[in-house]
């Protein structure tokens, strides 16, 4: 008889991944051992063995879940139908807001992946790829005078523009996630030049 999950079983497993993303971005992942993981999740290295059956396991649940929930966010905003020049602010704060709440998944995505078996790297890449494609389709619109050629880096440039905000802005930092974004886009849209954004109720 197959034995019978406990009623708990899911939100055990969601908090595994929670705290072993951020044992991977604070020790690393090569470093990382079943064992230490265990200890960082504040459960024995047996019943870390119950939910995965090993630290590759963990990571690549961990990031394709990540890497799906980023995708899902960027093509919500497009199945809105918004002007092509909104619609890139929206994309660009709707990744702002999910990239507050999980820091140590994004390092994880952008320095532990590569040390995936390639089968699994290649699903991970292959999402990243349906965000990439979708913000280069939002820019081509937006910007219909620009050459073919230049989307692909004015998409890269704009994703390095924000994601590497992991490695240095805060929550509770001196400019909030909502206020980055704006800045962002203002960036994005007049450069250096362009004037400031206007002050956000309520953020901090």
């Known amino acids: 008889m197959a034995r019978t999950r406990a009623a708990d079983y899911d939100a055990q497993r969601d908090r595994i991944l929670e705290l072993a993303v951020e044992a991977f971005a604070r020790i690393g992942y090569p470093s990382a051992s079943m064992a230490s993981l265990a200890k960082a999740c504040g459960t024995s290295k047996a019943r870390l063995y119950h939910y995965y059956p090993s630290k590759d396991a963990i990571l690549f649940d961990a990031m394709d879940r990540h890497t799906r929930r980023l995708a899902k966010v960027v093509l919500a905003v497009r ?16 990744l ?20 995936l078996e390639p089968a699994r790297r290649e699903i991970i890449v292959d999402q990243q790829r349906i965000v990439v494609d979708a913000i280069r389709a939002t820019i081509a619109r937006a910007y219909p005078q ?19 905000t992991f490695a240095w802005l805060r929550p509770d930092g001196p400019m909030s996630y909502e206020q980055f974004a704006e800045m962002a886009i203002e960036l994005w849209r007049h450069g ?11 953020a901090s």
């Not at 709440?101 to 992946?113: E, I, K, P, R, T």
């Not at 620009?146 to 004015?154: C, E, H, Q």
């Open 96 to 115: 702002m807001r999910e990239y507050r709440s999980a820091g140590a998944w994004h390092a994880s995505l952008l320095n532990d992946v590569k040390f």
């Open 192 to 202: 250096l030049q362009g004037e400031a954004p206007p002050e956000i109720p309520g």
């Open 146 to 164: 620009r050459p073919a050629a230049s989307l692909k880096p004015l998409t890269m440039a704009l994703l390095g523009m924000i994601n590497f």
């Open 79 to 94: 199945s809105l139908g918004l002007p092509p020049g909104d619609e890139l602010a929206q994309i660009v704060r709707a």
